[in-house]
């Protein structure tokens, strides 16, 4: 497995920008593919972004497309997410994400085995 760990939440303004970073080490952080996910009390942990290791091809959320850009950096073993024009409904836990290599599942939490402990963002209207 891959330790994670997310920074840059916090509390924002509806309209706002927030970058969010993940850095892992231990297991080699290639080829993994990386997603962020996000979640609220009393739901499940929803997909948001994920990006492959080689073409660093981005997948969204169609709830994010548009002001959501997930990006990594291979060489840092980082990758992060920034996220424009903030909305009181972005508020959640955000966690990064460690998908094995060969799964192409990367919409689904249970496929993923790394996971980070969270940053929160808090969106106010």
């Known amino acids: 497995q891959v330790q994670l760990v997310e920074s840059g939440g916090g509390l924002v303004q509806a309209g706002d920008s927030l970058g969010l970073s993940c850095v892992a080490s231990?297991?080699?952080?290639?080829?993994?593919?990386m997603g962020w996910f996000r979640q609220t009390l009393g739901k499940e942990r929803e997909f948001v972004a994920a990006?492959?290791?080689?073409?660093?091809?981005?997948f969204y959320a169609d709830s994010v497309k548009g002001r959501f850009t997930i990006s990594r950096d291979n060489a840092k073993n980082t990758i992060n997410l920034q996220i424009l024009s903030l909305k009181p409904e972005d508020t959640a836990i955000y966690y990064c994400?460690?998908?094995?290599?060969?799964?192409?599942?990367?919409?689904?939490?249970?496929?993923?085995?790394?996971w980070g402990q969270g940053t929160q963002v808090t969106v106010t209207s």
């Open positions: 990006i492959t290791w080689a073409t660093r091809t981005p």
């Open positions: 994400a460690a998908l094995p290599s060969g799964s192409i599942s990367i919409r689904d939490p249970s496929k993923y085995d790394s």
């Open positions: 231990g297991r080699t952080f290639n080829p993994y593919t």
